[in-house]
């Protein structure tokens, strides 16, 4: 997943954004009743007297978030998850994927819904199903890749959470000779979510069922009615199962925990947004930076042992990016973790949590111990935790200092249009939840990428601290120089 695309979402004040409406959960402090249960019974108190309740349904954590974010930003612009994928010129026929994506907006019912707001209650519902597929042709001195950025950052609050953005990639044509690779012309498809409706698990089905829509021929009205019904009811259903999940991690055990892990931080608000876009909300938004590795997969480097490891490299990355502006606190690092639960059907949708990790100097054992620890109390919705921290006396607001992503791509097969098998590709410079965030990639090697905020962090600072980074988990010597005197970057690679 690209690092761009995270769930580090400040709960703070939010700020006027000429969003219609406005909404919230109720909660009050010291009730001792969690947000998920107030925002429930809120919910089910403004459903009560809804004209359409069949296609109502309530909205999980992550999405509160979204909303929530999605009212932040400027014009009411979501958080967008793209995948980059590159086909030989005229592989694809548009008409073919507009039918398609229309097949899987009838689908699936996470990729029907809309966001709205009921007497106060954020909720989701459910209408026609409705994708979007466009060829983007590139202005007078951009590329692909930047047609495609301009396009995702176009994106209009309304209309369907599933939008493709075609653009053609002539071979030799600087960055994106590196997209089309060594054969001739390419086109790249942008596959685009909202994310509120889609998570790592999600996007899995997502690239299976479009290849398999795009090859049979099939389209919106392709969809058996039974199948559209037991769609939408495994969808409510796997809504319902995800906020019980929620409702029981928020027990006062569960909060008593973060509040134990959060105390010591006292940051002075925590990271910031992007000065550049805090200063300019109006202004677009400067490209962030970006680097890529790879990285050889060790023997002994299996799911379960790589996660902690990263963790600890990354906590070392914010602690040397951060410096003298954390004033002496460790970084809180945010996390995206979980699923749907287990007694859910396999829908598409967004069911996941983002996991707070603070992150203090310590050894590969104790910060592996702490994690597992984190782990039991994964399921606490991140507006919880927090809440918790606040409880301790810690004046954080939700902001994170850094993302990382962690995504196996043994679980998401590559985009087959036609019967080529998409390469996929991957188009930065957009805009971040955090001052930076890392993705790292598991297949048949490591894909380490980092992306940073270039209004918090010099381009220098970055890669050396990117350089370092990629040499601990590779196994290299620490400190390794070049004759500059900067820490080398090995084969990091500049992206577009």
Not at 237 to 252: D, F, G, I, T, Y
């Amino acid at each position: 997943m690209d690092p761009s695309t995270t769930l580090g979402i400040s709960t703070g004040t939010p700020a006027g954004t000429g969003i219609r409406t406005r909404f919230g959960t109720g909660v009050r402090a010291g009730t001792g009743v969690s947000i998920t249960q107030q925002y429930l019974a809120r919910y089910e108190k403004a459903a009560a007297g809804a004209a359409d309740p069949a296609g109502l349904l309530p909205v999980t954590g992550a999405q509160r978030r979204f909303l929530l974010a999605r009212r932040l930003a400027p014009g009411g612009r979501p958080d967008v998850v793209p995948l980059f994928f590159a086909f030989p010129r005229g592989t694809v026929d548009v008409d073919r994927l507009r039918a398609a994506a229309g097949y899987l907006a009838a689908a699936h019912p996470a990729l029907r819904t809309r966001p709205d707001v009921l007497r106060g209650a954020p909720v989701q519902r459910l209408g026609a199903p409705a994708a979007q597929v466009s060829r983007v042709v590139a202005r007078p001195g951009e590329d692909a890749a930047a047609a495609l950025r301009r396009a995702l950052l176009d994106w209009s609050a309304e209309g369907p959470p599933l939008r493709l953005f075609l653009a053609d990639a002539p071979a030799g044509d600087g960055t994106d000779a590196g997209v089309a690779g060594a054969g001739g012309p390419a086109e790249i498809l942008a596959l685009a979510l909202d994310h509120a409706v889609c998570d790592e698990q999600s996007l899995g089905l997502i690239s299976a069922d479009l290849g398999d829509a795009y090859e049979r021929g099939l389209g919106p009205g392709d969809v058996p009615p039974d199948h559209a019904a037991a769609q939408a009811a495994g969808y409510h259903e796997a809504v319902r199962l995800q906020l019980a999940a929620e409702q029981r991690a928020s027990k006062p055990e569960s909060l008593a925990y973060w509040a134990r892990r959060l105390a010591p931080e006292r940051p002075v608000g925590g990271a910031q947004a992007p000065a550049g876009q805090a200063a300019h909300p109006a202004r677009p938004p400067r490209p962030t930076g970006a680097l890529q590795r790879r990285l050889p997969i060790r023997t002994d480097d299996g799911r379960a042992t790589a996660f902690p490891v990263l963790l600890g490299a990354c906590g070392n990355l914010a602690r040397t990016l951060g410096g003298t502006r954390l004033a002496g606190r460790a970084p809180l690092l945010g996390y995206p973790w979980g699923g749907r639960p287990a007694a859910a059907a396999p829908v598409l949708g967004c069911f996941l949590n983002t996991v707070v990790h603070p992150a203090t100097a310590c050894g590969t054992d104790d910060l592996t111990t702490t994690w597992w620890d984190d782990l039991d109390h994964a399921d606490t919705p991140f507006d919880e935790v927090v809440r918790a921290a606040r409880s301790a006396a810690a004046p954080w607001t939700g902001n994170l200092d850094g993302l990382l992503t962690f995504e196996d791509l043994h679980r998401r097969p590559p985009l087959r249009l036609g019967g080529v098998a998409g390469r996929e590709v991957h188009v930065d410079g957009r805009p971040l939840q955090a001052p930076f965030a890392v993705s790292v990639s598991y297949g048949n090697d490591l894909l380490v990428r980092m992306a940073w905020d270039r209004d918090a962090f010099p381009d220098g600072l970055a890669r050396d601290a990117f350089a370092a980074l990629t040499a601990e988990l590779a196994g290299e010597p620490a400190g390794t120089t070049a004759g500059d005197g900067h820490a080398r970057t090995g084969a990091a690679t500049p992206v577009a």
